[in-house]
């Protein structure tokens, strides 16, 4: 990877080297209370597939896709598909998949799928040969953890006041991950 040469004529910082494989794990929140939304959350989650998509095949480089969705219990939709082939939902998927009903399992899903992804990164990782390994540092894997949310927890059992999520939270971010929490009607 080339440095660039500044305004000033000095030569820049090397800049970061890309991604070897990204992995993104979507959670959404489809509650009753996401009954506000009007249906947002269908364009936005398909919007989120089409993105994927297009930037697995203008890079080059392997996306894994995993999508969940959750009211009182969670459903994944997706785990960890490659995105060149993962097919957009039809407007009846969409409706199963994100359509209000139920409370909120927030803390406990997301526990669940930020644990998950940074699992599949790393399976990925480990899978390739010492050689490459040797090469390649695992801070080269781009996670990407999203959630969005409108409410407040009310069905979670594993994880009932959220500090095990942060903690978790804490972890992933410390080994690369990146972490992106969309939130309405609550401080994020």
Known sequence: IKRSIDADGQTGLRPQAPGVAVFTEFNLDRSGSMHSFNGAQHAATKELFAQQKESATKSGVPHFFSVTTFDDTSYRYLDNVNAIVAEPPTNMELADMC???G???????????VKRLEKNARKWYDSKPASYRRLVNFDQVIMTFMLFTDGHDNASQIDSNGRMLRQAISEFRAAGGN?????ANQDA
């Open 99 to 101: 359509d209000p009903r």
């Open 103 to 113: 409370t909120t399992k927030l803390y406990d899903t997301a526990l669940q799928g």
């Open 179 to 183: 972490a992106i929490f969309m939130a």
